[in-house]
């Protein structure tokens, strides 16, 4: 019963290329999350996933990133032309829901990819 | 909306001393809320969890109670060691398609 598995663990990346991180939930998780993480500072909202459907994307950058998690497959998050402030780990999450008489479940976390822009 | 907030940090400690890490939230509902930890280069690793008012969520010594009429949901620990130096995160939830609040993390470090 693998957890969530992000890879790569670590991309370096040149000003202008594009990132790709992918992250395979945990089996029988329908349910996506994507946070930044910057160096002493806090975990920062950005995506939040159902399979085939963007449920918030309120912390998502308006240019450069996207995100999708297709019916088959890990869940993509994309840095299109990445700059050196796009430098940061990132981790993804999965979750399964259940009702609310049942209390909303947890979210179980990767080990994250640190992408470092040179 | 929604939010989740912590003490301010970060936090150090003897082996032995009383941990308490305050976290309080606000939100609509009534959410299910916890507690993450998360050691050096590592992702966050689910502490503690409580679902409902008044459940006592507890794991490696560690205990939190959810207190609806406090909107709290401090983490204490009776006895801390050195392998608990990690950074500690409050996090609530609150409906189907409401995301994953964090606080903003502590840091904690205990000496020998």
């Known amino acids: 019963n693998a957890g969530v598995m992000q890879n790569p663990r670590h991309l370096v990346r040149r000003r202008g290329q594009e990132a790709r991180l992918r992250c395979s939930p945990m089996?029988?998780?329908?349910?996506v999350y994507w946070y930044r993480q910057l160096p002493e500072e806090g975990l920062k909202f950005m995506v939040y996933l159902q399979k085939e459907n963007i449920i918030d994307e309120s912390g998502m950058p308006k240019e450069r990133f996207s995100a999708e998690f297709p019916k088959e497959g890990p869940s993509i998050l994309r840095i299109q032309q990445v700059v050196r402030g796009d430098s940061a780990a990132y981790f993804c999450?999965?979750?399964?829901?259940?009702?609310?008489?049942?209390?909303?479940?947890?979210?179980?976390f990767g080990q994250g990819t640190r992408l470092t822009v040179v | 909306g929604n939010s989740v907030t912590q003490m301010e940090g970060p936090v150090t400690l003897s082996e032995e001393a009383f941990l308490t890490i305050n976290c309080t939230y606000t939100a609509t509902g009534y959410p299910s809320l916890f507690w993450y930890v998360q050691y050096p280069g590592e992702g966050l690793q689910l502490l503690l969890k409580a679902t409902k008012a008044d459940d006592k969520g507890s794991n490696k010594g560690f205990e939190a109670t959810y207190r609806k009429e406090t909107t709290s949901f401090h983490l204490e620990k009776g006895s801390v060691q050195v392998s608990d130096s990690a950074v500690y995160f409050c996090?609530?939830?609150?409906?189907?398609?409401?995301?994953?609040?964090f606080g903003k993390g502590i840091t904690l470090s205990v000496r020998p």
């Open positions: 996090a609530g939830i609150t409906g189907a398609n409401s995301k994953l609040t």
């Open positions: 999450a999965s979750s399964h829901r259940l009702g609310q008489g049942v209390g909303w479940t947890e979210a179980f």
């Open positions: 089996k029988g998780h329908s349910h």
